[in-house]
């Protein structure tokens, strides 16, 4: 459970963010949309802490954020982060694993506990055999996957995601939300993403927080926050809105006029 | 690889310009063997254990292959603070090694600071910020040198070019207990220095306490550059090579490459020392020239692979 009451964040002088609140309950995927710079991944950094607030407070799980030691947040939020590269040739495995760092001892080698929800991880993000190929070598929409696996691998009930559909084929993309929302409604995980695609985002958050130059623009239900209106006044397009005729969720469409 | 370092003191404590059997030793040879050769082999073997190990954890905390205490400077900071021990402090034995850590911690530090910029770290920008710091700190050194008379002009430009012929047993005990301290405490951050190897940002948002980890390990590796460079001077690319080749034949964790890397880099150094004492005998060539003749072309290699 997460709770942000009026926090504001400036880069400099510059205001990122500006008293933003809102609150993801157990068991709730909330979607965050906006245009670029909007300050989409300065909010997802601030609910780990790693973006220092002006004001207002965070809580996860009732303690505040700002209280508590990187390993504490570590076990209790897990960050999928955009993309970055490293010069090192790093197995998947060895990355995955890298997840379960808050979860041992410096020193130590993992457990089989860690092992183990490595393994689990890379299942589900469809990864198997994929323990010994080397981050390098492996496609974008491949390592996203990764990265992905590393979060679930933490066991962490808070999932912060930056853009994980970014780089992946269609049957990824619902893959990939299709396995957030699993953890959400069985395993009573919360979780924020961060996502362009519309269709998705109505399609499998229980609430939306739009986002346009650091202020809330809306919040509520995807049927609530992807109005015409609302669209038009923060992405600047127009828009055709109608049902999915087969999932039945909202569909929107881009009128390219 | 314990089995292989053996091998190579031995055999490195057999061969030199006068070659000693174990089994036949004439009083004379005795003493070559026990008051000059094996300090000296020794002594090689904590300097290049020092380096590697140095070299590895950079890397890692720097995100850099090409990280290297020789490059970044920061042996160079280690040679000013010995030189600076050197001339001004009456010839101490321990001012040096003392001087020496200080000078390599500033020198990290300065590199450090000149590298960051608001967009993080790149490859390049570190590499500069080193040659920058490198050049500067030699000029200081050079100048200091004016001090120096003839004779001790010398042997110190031997020393700066890397120069293991200065083995004292008590400089033998400095470079071990250095050794020793910085690669356990090296080793007890190898989980973390895994994930910083990956990015800062993942390592802070997986738990590590990113400032922690970078104070000890340029603590650490200051220790031992420290240490190294006050015993035998500016060795160079043992640091880059090590690790390396340890990365190639077991992967990318610290926790087998920070400990391999110590021991690969004794057998290293002993090895090149031992190529540095007998090429040319009785004459001997510096180290610190040979490593450098390996490891230049292995620098450019790995420049243009990245």
């Known amino acids: 459970m997460i709770e942000v009451r009026e926090i504001s964040v400036y880069y400099g002088a510059k205001s990122v963010l500006d008293r933003v609140s809102f609150h993801v309950a157990d068991a709730a995927l909330l979607a965050v949309v906006g245009p670029n710079g909007a300050g989409k991944t300065t909010l997802l950094r601030a609910l780990n802490g790693t973006v220092r607030t002006a004001s207002g407070a965070i809580k996860v799980n009732g303690e505040d954020v700002a209280a508590m030691t990187r390993r504490e947040v570590a076990t209790a939020v897990a960050v999928v982060a955009q993309e970055n590269e490293t010069r090192f040739p790093i197995t998947v495995l060895e990355f995955v694993l890298s997840g379960r760092f808050a979860n041992g001892g410096a020193f130590g080698w993992e457990s089989e506990a860690d092992i183990e929800a490595a393994y689990a991880a890379m299942r589900d993000c469809d990864l198997d055999r994929f323990e010994s190929r080397v981050m390098n070598e492996l496609s974008g929409g491949e390592r996203q996957r990764v990265v992905l696996a590393r979060a679930l691998a933490t066991q962490a009930k808070i999932l912060l995601l930056d853009e994980p559909t970014a780089n992946l084929d269609l049957a990824h993309q619902a893959m990939m939300f299709r396995l957030i929302r699993k953890r959400c409604d069985e395993d009573g995980y919360s979780a924020v993403v961060i996502a362009h695609d519309l269709n998705l985002v109505a399609q499998f958050a229980d609430e939306i927080l739009m986002l346009t130059n650091g202020n809330v623009a809306a919040h509520g239900r995807p049927r609530d926050v992807l109005t015409k209106t609302n669209i038009r006044d923060v992405f600047g397009v127009d828009v055709m809105l109608d049902e999915n005729p087969s999932s039945g969720a909202l569909r929107v469409t881009h009128i390219f006029n | ?306």
């Open chain 2, 1 to 306: 690889m314990v089995a292989l370092l053996g091998v190579v003191l031995t055999v490195a404590a057999m061969l030199g310009a006068e070659s000693v059997s174990f089994f036949e030793m004439t009083e004379q040879q005795r003493s070559i063997l026990f008051d000059i050769r094996l300090p000296r082999i020794l002594l090689g073997a904590c300097v290049g254990a020092s380096l590697a190990v140095a070299g590895a954890g950079l890397q890692s905390l720097l995100r850099n292959p090409l990280a290297e205490p020789y490059l970044l400077g920061v042996s160079n900071g280690a040679a000013l603070g010995t030189m600076l021990a050197f001339v001004f402090v009456a010839d101490s034995e321990f001012a040096r090694p003392v001087m020496a850590f200080a000078g390599a911690g500033l020198a990290t530090v300065a590199v450090y600071r000149m590298a960051q910029s608001r967009a993080g770290m790149n490859v390049e920008r570190l590499v500069l910020s080193g040659v920058i710091v490198t050049t500067f700190l030699s000029s200081v050194i050079v100048m200091l040198t004016t001090l120096l008379d003839a004779a001790k002009l010398r042997s110190f430009t031997f020393w700066l070019l890397g120069d293991l012929s200065q083995a004292t047993t008590n400089g033998v005990w400095i470079s071990l207990i250095a050794v020793v301290i910085g690669t356990i405490v090296l080793t007890s951050q190898a989980r973390a220095l895994n994930l910083m190897m990956i990015g800062e940002r993942d390592a802070v948002d997986f738990g590590v306490e990113v400032g922690r980890v970078r104070m000890l390990t340029f603590g650490a590796a200051s220790l031992v550059v420290g240490a190294a460079v006050a015993a035998s001077g500016s060795v160079g690319y043992v640091g880059l090579i090590v690790p390396h080749l340890i990365r190639l034949s077991v992967g990318s964790d610290n926790r087998l490459v920070v400990p391999l890397s110590a021991i690969a880099g004794a057998i290293f150094v002993v090895f090149a020392d031992t190529i540095a004492r007998t090429a040319i005998a009785p004459r001997e060539l510096p180290v610190g020239a040979i490593t450098a003749l390996i490891g230049a072309p292995l620098f450019i290699y790995l420049l243009r692979k990245g």
